[in-house]
Nanobody
């Protein structure tokens, strides 16, 4: 069993930055990759970025946030970070991290989410 917990959310003014953390515990050796997602009220969940859990930590960032969001992993802390810059009001959402067990699999475990509110 793997558990994920997101931290780092909060309220920030437009143009500001936040770093979200996703800490994993449990059978972390079984993780293939971790992704970050968000869901705003009344909108569908949106994929933001993903990173491989082992090896060279190959990562990808969706075009919608590329240039403003980056993803990274700290092996010593079993944590994945989402660094967000130049935040906009439309970035307001609940942000989730999730883990999958294989390249072709679905994300099988999700954290409870952390709220990010960007004020103008």
């Amino acid at each position: 069993q793997v558990h994920l917990v997101e931290t780092g959310g909060g309220s920030v003014q437009a143009g500001g930055s936040l770093r979200l953390s996703c800490e994993a515990s449990g059978r972390t050796f079984s993780i293939y990759s971790v992704g970050w997602f968000r869901q705003a009220p009344g909108k569908e969940r949106e994929s933001l970025a993903a990173i491989l859990w082992t090896g060279r930590h190959t990562s990808s960032v969706q075009d919608s946030v590329k240039g403003r969001f980056t993803i990274a992993k700290d092996d010593s802390k079993n944590a994945v970070y989402l660094q967000m810059y130049s935040l906009k009001s439309e970035d307001t959402a609940v942000y989730y991290c999730a883990a999958k067990w294989a390249k072709a699999g679905d994300y099988g475990v999700w954290g409870p989410g952390t709220q990010v509110t960007v004020t103008s």
